[in-house]
């Protein structure tokens, strides 16, 4: 089949090899959790407890009755310290049961209509766990009139450091091969495509045997129903971005302000068909995820699963703790991840890594004038003018930058990584669209299309 390159786009240096063999390791539960009730893009969910409130593993402690929200799950069963508006605190009891979901727990997916898994993908709280957050009940329902025919599962985790998602399918390939048919079958979609980046044969290997297992010991129609198959695709950022995604598999070009099902197909992130898989098969609400902790000063950099709410000093002292002082800590990816301004912030559901750096890692950065070398443009995957837009954002003049198209930059980092003269061009034109939301100018074209893109 082929494969179409998209335009742009960059090969950094790939800095996964400290932890791509190593296994997932679970970590013990945390003494006290600090769950956000905002993990997700959408409305944010509302307490439902209070404080000094005795509460379980499992059970939902923060929801909303809006259409684009998820509901907050306790991650540890103990007494509710904190409730505010924004965040719930638990201190942990000496307890490690899970409270399933009330949906109950199936193996055949014939006996789960489309609704039934929006249903449970709600319940459980699942959201894009690329680092999207979407709700994923909310997108396995595509916009009236919009057939999506084609689900692609993405497994390229094409940022720097991160192996999260491929020890995942290395190590949960039959899941992740469930809970994707269990997405087609919410979509009645007809093709199933597990992109791989050719940097991880071993998870395609494994996937491709999950799906061999999947056609001999059928667990619904839909695997008679619908064609599967996984593909490789070259190793460059941003290919999992899901509109280059999308080009490069199938062709199809989502339109500026569109969404994909519009052109028929929907991406999902290899762990969010895991945790779909986990909610169906085992009545588990999120409540954990995998998260590579790395970084030069990292003593035991790994992938490991975490509950939600762990704060990352924890995280990062059952990792081993730091060789030297921290300087940077992203939460992330280093390409688009959110740079922290201590070690306390929680563990979240859009937490794929935790990437640590020194002193000796971060050298000065000296920034210069733009010397109009146009590589910014070269690499930019969405065809835009960084450069341009960047100056714009510097002026101030946020309308004609949306004019310029920065409501459609995907925040990728790419031009802002190439820039011989340092310049911090994805920060400003990730200004000019923050001021843009806010202020409300939108570009027509823009409307219904989501901010940001991420890894879905
Ligand atoms: S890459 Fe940097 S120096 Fe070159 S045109 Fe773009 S902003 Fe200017
Ligand atoms: S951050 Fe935005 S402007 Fe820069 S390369 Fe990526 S999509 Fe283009």
């Known amino acids: 089949m082929i494969w179409r390159p998209f335009r742009g786009g960059i090969k950094p240096k790939e800095f996964k090899e400290a932890t791509a063999t190593k296994p997932i390791v679970t970590v013990p539960l945390p003494p006290r959790v600090i769950l956000p009730l905002q993990q997700h893009l959408g409305e944010r969910a509302n307490p439902v407890v209070v404080r000094d409130e005795l509460v379980e593993a499992g059970q939902i402690i923060g929801n909303s009755a809006a259409f684009i929200s998820a509901p907050v799950h306790a991650s540890i069963s103990g007494t509710v310290t904190r409730v505010t508006a924004e965040v719930i605190e638990i201190a942990r009891r000496n307890r490690e049961g899970v409270r399933e979901l009330s949906t109950g727990k199936w193996e055949n997916l014939d006996k789960l209509p489309a609704d039934a898994i929006r249903c449970i993908a709600r319940k459980a709280g699942i959201v894009g766990l690329g680092g999207a957050t979407f709700p994923t009940a909310v997108k396995l329902t ?11 599962i993405n497994g390229c985790e094409c940022e720097p450091y991160l192996t999260a998602d491929h020890r995942l399918m290395v190590e949960q390939s039959a899941e992740i091969v469930f809970g994707a048919y269990a997405m087609a079958q919410a979509l009645q979609a007809v093709r199933i495509i597990f992109a791989v980046e050719d940097n991880k044969p071993d998870a395609a290997k494994k996937l491709a045997e999950a799906l061999t297992a999947a056609q001999l010991r059928p667990y ?13 695709v070259p190793s460059r950022y941003p290919q999992g971005a ?19 099902a519009q052109v028929g197909v929907l991406v999902h992130n290899v762990a969010t068909a895991y945790a779909l898989a986990e ?17 030069p000063i990292v003593n ?18 059952y990792a081993g703790g730091v060789k030297e002082p921290v300087k ?3 939460l992330g990816g280093p390409m688009m991840g959110e740079a922290q301004v201590d070690d306390g912030a929680p563990v979240t559901k859009g937490t794929s890594g935790v990437l640590v750096f020194g002193e000796a890692d971060l050298a000065p950065v000296r920034q210069t004038r733009c010397i109009r070398c146009a590589r910014c443009v070269e690499v930019c995957p969405m065809g835009l003018e960084p450069l341009y837009l960047a100056r714009l954002a510097e002026k101030e003049l946020w309308s004609e930058a949306v004019q310029a198209g920065a409501a459609y930059c995907l925040e990728c980092g790419s031009c802002a990584y190439i820039c011989p003269a340092k310049r ?13 939301q806010e202020g409300g ?3 027509e074209r823009q409307a219904g299309s989501q901010s940001r893109t991420a890894s879905a």
């Open 424 to 436: 911090p061009v994805a920060e400003l034109i990730r200004r000019a669209k923050v001021k843009c």
């Open 242 to 260: 899901e509109k280059q995604l999308i080009w490069s598999l199938t062709g199809r070009v989502v339109p500026l302000g569109g969404l994909p």
């Open 220 to 232: 619904g129609a839909i695997i008679r129903n619908t064609t599967a198959e996984v593909r490789l």
């Open 279 to 295: 909610a169906i098969r085992k009545a588990k609400p999120l409540i954990e995820r995998v998260v590579t902790v790395t970084g």
């Open 328 to 330: 940077a800590i992203i």
């Open 300 to 317: 035991a950099p790994g992938n490991y699963l975490v509950r939600l709410g762990t704060p990352i000093r924890e995280l990062l002292a």
């Open 142 to 152: 595509p916009p009236a009139g919009c057939w999506v025919n084609t689900l692609i």
């Open 441 to 443: 100018i939108v570009d």
